[in-house]
């Protein structure tokens, strides 16, 4: 079972950035299809983006589109979230998840905060 390990959050201005950061324990990352979740106060977990193994197939939630970028680095066995332009509704815990055959591992999560 790969383990996920999220780092990269904290509070940031409107309009400012970060990148999210996700390292994979297992060396068999590449065979995993790697994304990003958030969740917000009250609300049900969503998903942000996500990315397949080779990182060729790549999918965003209409929110995000144009804004955020996701990437992988299977060498390093780590996915990564580039976050432009945040908005206060973009705050949330966001969580990386990998899936590989209809199994599924989660991250601890990582606060991001958008506000002034």
């Known amino acids: 079972q790969v383990q996920l390990v999220e780092s990269g959050g904290g509070l940031v201005q409107p309009g400012g950035s970060l990148r999210l950061s996700c390292a994979a324990s297992a060396n068999i990352f590449r065979f995993y299809a790697m994304g990003w979740y958030r969740q917000a106060p009250g609300k049900q977990r969503e998903l942000v983006a996500t990315i397949s193994s080779s990182g060729s197939r790549i999918n965003y939630a209409d929110s995000v589109k144009g804004r955020f970028t996701i990437s992988r680095d299977n060498a390093k066995n780590t996915v990564y979230l580039q976050m432009n332009s945040l908005k206060p509704e973009d705050t949330a815990v966001y969580y990386c998840?990998?899936?590989?055959?209809?199994?599924?591992?989660w991250g601890q999560g990582t606060q991001v905060t958008v506000s002034s």
């Open positions: 998840n990998a899936e590989r055959l209809g199994s599924f591992a």
